[in-house]
């Protein structure tokens, strides 16, 4: 396939809100994007695909530069197929192929301060990348519906296949098991997730200043009557 990069714009899509729809909400096909400060909820397919596709519809634009930051992921992926193996899903085609291609089709990904939230399958999937770094996010109830319960990948927070040159920093996640799931990933630099309890006010969350106050008198936190999500999907105690 022959492409011609003068058609292949820069991308940048910030603050908008995706609901209720059978396919994406975003494909990606170009050599540079950022997503940022996006809500999308209730998604048939991925909420964000990054995929070329030279095996079915010819369709070409691998990514040299891609960010996704600050956006909340709910409900994503709910049909029940492998094109749905995560909320945002890296890949080298559009309907399967995500171990058949290597490290090297899509370079430098970036996903960070996302929040996860009740997703069908994993709520990152990546494959055929060199470069990807996912930190700080933040990773709730995911695996909810996986597309095949054989398999043990969906069924975790993260899935990377066939990439290299991997950091993971600052993660979240509501489960003590099934985080992390990789085959064939090459140098990698992960940190272990921290433990994120769902209306716990007394945790002080990584991005926020605690404003929890003890009274000894009652034993009880006062001052945090709520827990809130920010548009940029962050938790924040309230």
């Not at 927070?157 to 985080?179: A, F, M, P, Q």
Request: net charge positive; proline share 7%; with cysteine.
């Amino acid at each position: 396939i022959v492409a011609n990069l003068d058609d292949q714009p820069d991308v940048r899509i910030s603050g908008c809100s995706v609901r209720n729809t059978r396919g994406r909400a975003f494909l990606l096909q170009t050599r540079s994007f950022c997503v940022e400060n996006c809500d999308i909820r209730n998604t048939s397919l991925p909420g964000i695909l990054v995929a070329p596709d030279g095996r079915q519809w010819s369709e070409v634009g691998p990514t040299r530069r891609g960010v996704i930051r600050n956006c909340t992921f709910m409900k994503c992926g709910v049909a029940r197929t492998g094109a749905s193996a995560g909320a945002i899903v890296v890949k080298a085609s559009h309907d399967g192929g995500l171990a058949d291609y290597p490290a090297g089709v899509h370079q430098n990904i970036r996903i960070e301060g996302c929040r996860f939230d009740a997703c069908a399958n994993a709520g990152i999937c990546v494959s055929a990348t060199d470069g990807v770094a996912i930190e700080n996010n933040v990773f709730q109830r995911c695996a909810t519906r996986v597309f095949d319960e054989r398999r043990p990948e969906p069924k975790h927070d993260i899935w990377l296949l066939n990439c290299r040159n991997v950091s993971l920093s600052g993660n979240e996640t509501d489960r003590t098991k099934r985080h992390l799931f990789v085959e064939n990933v090459q140098e990698v630099q992960s940190a272990p997730p921290r433990l994120h309890v769902p209306g716990d006010v007394t945790r002080q969350p990584h991005f926020g200043p605690p404003v929890a106050r003890h009274d000894p008198k009652s034993r009880r936190f006062t001052g945090i009557p709520s827990v809130c999500v920010t548009p940029q999907g962050r938790l924040w105690v309230t």
